[in-house]
């Protein structure tokens, strides 16, 4: 049993449970190790903390040494954003893919298998599923994170999620609450607005969270958004109306309310984020995520005060404190239950580890490749006339900027998958006014492959299609973003996302495998 500093007063300890702070490197540093010492009960992973499945089985292990019942959190959605994966693409394609399909039992397939290999490296809460409804088509931070346009179709999905991810002793945080799917503002920039009437929302962004609560999901993570609807002062995360009269009181939700990372600038820019965790909190937030971008002690100490400083003031209830502390304490003590429960699948984990480590699906993981080959079939265009390739050639990447949930440290596309389906194949990155003609001069004679991401968003990217179009009409695109734009090419294939298991099934169609 972990046993706590005796020098941490009740008020103190609370005050660090509710927080899930980051760090930077492979193993544990010694203020983090301390900190859980002291009362911290929960730790945020990031691709930077994260080398190998066995690296990170023995970076949960120094956790769990230090603090056996520490939950383990993680931003692996699988599809585009991937930490598992981070350096060469998940074997799992997302939600967009999966959505396409339209296959439940799949969904759920995907899910689970994810949790077990979530739960073989020492994982047991993922920041997971994104429930949120993708109405609006130039949403840039959403995307093919969403399972879909139709609120009905979301709900379904979502609900096999977090079932299947249960399923392996991996908590569900379905996200972002109450819906981000109708912004054209990232939340890690600014903050979003949605201008829709409460009959709207209940219909549309709340129906895959019902769904969610209803199929059990242990975690809901909040969205830094105004929705006026709701509350016209303050974004989700930081409104008692929201997390506590809709989530709890109308929704009856009673599991972990998250907040999104505090030093989003929608947050850290307009509040701060010492000022907005003690809001966060006392609107009805129990954990306060904070790290992808503040990862150090002094971090940590500083929303620890703040916290403890605002109830010495009077402005934060010390019982709502406690409360955000025990329902952390009550997951904590679910995911050991529930982590042991799944025990009796260690051989299955080991086998899905090794997968992982080899960077290809191992035999339990084939479901991703699976998946991805079915979203492929959902739209594909110009089949009946294309021949296969045989001769090697030319993938033209036409590369928007990232968005910070998928970062760029991720490859995507379908180079390396052609590679090695048609060795000699070669490759360039192109983007701005001149990419077509760029890519046109880089390809010479060779058939040419352009891969676009949202093309319907990037103008630019479009009018490199165009010009590639002209000179070159036997083009074939490959779209690894939302499929909003008309399909065009000798042959157009939509992926419904980036994961490298979309590249393979993409150049499996390519090259007539």
């Known amino acids: 049993m972990t046993t706590f500093a005796s020098d941490t007063d009740t ?32 730790v945020g992973l990031f691709g930077r903390n994260i080398s ?55 969904t759920r397939e995907v899910a689970a298998e994810l949790g077990r ?41 979502t609900a096999a999620y977090v079932t299947g991810l249960q399923s392996a002793g991996v908590a569900a945080c379905t996200k972002h609450f109450p819906g981000h799917g109708d912004t054209n503002v990232d939340s890690h920039h600014a903050v979003p607005r949605i201008d829709a009437d409460p009959a709207v929302l209940g219909d549309r962004e709340l129906a895959p969270f019902r769904a969610a609560i209803d199929a059990g999901t242990r975690a809901v993570m909040s969205a830094h958004i105004l929705v006026p609807a709701l509350d016209p002062d303050r974004p989700a995360t930081l409104s008692g109306k929201v997390l506590t009269e809709l989530l709890r009181g109308d929704l009856g939700y009673d599991g972990l309310i998250v907040t999104d990372g505090m030093e989003m600038q929608a947050i850290s820019a307009t509040y701060g984020i010492e000022r907005g965790s003690v809001l966060a909190v006392a609107a009805g937030a129990d954990a306060i995520c904070v790290g992808g971008g503040l990862a ?13 400083a605002a109830v010495r003031a009077g402005e934060l209830p010390e019982e709502r404190l406690a409360d955000a502390a025990e329902r952390v304490r009550k997951l904590a003590a679910w995911s050991a239950s529930a982590s042991a429960s799944a025990s009796a699948s260690a051989s299955t984990m080991a086998g899905a580890r090794s997968g992982v480590a080899a960077g290809v699906p191992g035999a339990a993981g084939q479901v991703g490749l699976r998946a991805a080959r079915r979203a492929v079939k959902v739209t594909v265009t110009g089949t009946d006339a294309f021949t296969p390739l045989t001769a090697p050639p030319y993938v033209a990447a036409l590369t928007p900027v990232a968005n910070i949930a998928v970062g760029d440290e991720t490859p995507w596309g379908v180079t390396a998958e052609l590679t090695a389906l048609l060795p000699g194949t070669e490759a360039g990155t192109f983007g701005g ?7 046109l001069a880089a ?9 676009v991401r949202d093309e319907h968003r990037h103008p630019w990217m479009a009018e490199a299609l165009d010009t590639l179009m002209r000179a070159r009409p036997d083009t074939i695109v490959v779209e690894m973003g939302v499929p909003q734009a008309d399909p065009r090419g000798a042959l157009h294939i939509a992926t419904y996302g980036a ?7 993409a150049a499996e169609v390519i090259a007539g495998v």
């Open 499 to 505: 994961a490298r298991v979309c590249g393979r099934a």
């Open 117 to 157: 290999r979530l739960a073989a490296c020492g994982v047991n809460f993922n920041w997971a599923p994104s429930a949120d409804v993708n109405s609006n088509p130039d949403n840039p931070v959403i995307g093919v994170r969403s399972f879909g346009a139709d609120p009905a179709l979301v709900a379904r999905h």
């Open 11 to 42: 008020l103190t300890r609370d005050a660090l449970t509710v927080l899930q702070p980051g760090f930077t490197g492979t193993a544990a540093p010694d203020w983090l190790l301390r900190r859980l010492g002291e009362g911290l009960a929960s």
């Open 296 to 308: 150090d002690d002094e971090t940590v100490r500083r929303l620890r005060d703040a916290l403890v």
């Open 443 to 451: 390809a010479g004679e060779r058939r040419i492959v352009a891969v």
């Open 52 to 106: 190998s499945p066995d690296q990170l089985a023995a970076l949960t292990a120094q956790l769990r040494a230090e603090r056996d019942d520490v939950l383990v959190a993680i931003d692996e959605e699988g599809g585009d954003v991937t930490r598992l994966e981070v350096r060469t693409g998940s074997s799992f394609p997302g939600n967009h893919a999966l959505g396409a399909v339209d296959d439940v039992e799949l």
């Open 433 to 439: 006014q001149d990419a077509g003609s760029a890519a």
